[in-house]
């Protein structure tokens, strides 16, 4: 059974900076489309950032330039840098695996596996 585990959330000031890591077990990120979701309150889960097979990245509107996800191959390890925080950034993020490989999967019905969330949480 897939596993994921997030880690890194926390509260930061508007402007900071935060990194969040997910680590996978029974499922190896090298070889699938992985991504990060998140949920503020009283909204949809929405799609922020993906990472596929051959390291093609897609991001939300919303984060473009502000975030980077990155991938360790030897940790098994999912990263999402996230820089300039917003008070709009606060939400439940996810490490959500696919069960494609190739192309984008910032949209749920592309996600076979999800984390428990680590919450963010920007104070402006």
């Known amino acids: 059974q897939v596993r994921l585990v997030e880690s890194g959330g926390g509260s930061v000031q508007a402007g900071g900076s935060l990194r969040l890591s997910c680590t996978a077990s029974?499922?190896?990120?090298?070889?699938?489309?992985v991504a990060w979701f998140r949920q503020a309150p009283g909204k949809e889960r929405e799609g922020v950032a993906s990472i596929d097979d051959g390291d093609r990245v897609t991001y939300a509107a919303s984060v473009k330039g502000r975030f980077t996800i990155s991938k360790d191959n030897a940790k098994n390890t999912l990263y999402l840098q996230m820089s300039s925080l917003k008070s709009e950034d606060t939400a439940l993020y996810y490490c959500?695996?696919?069960?494609?490989?190739?192309?984008?999967?910032?949209?749920?019905?592309?996600?076979?596996?999800w984390g428990q969330g680590t919450q963010v949480t920007v104070s402006s």
């Open positions: 029974q499922y190896t990120l090298i070889t699938y489309c």
């Open positions: 959500a695996a696919s069960y494609l490989r190739t192309g984008s999967c910032v949209e749920r019905r592309r996600i076979a596996s």
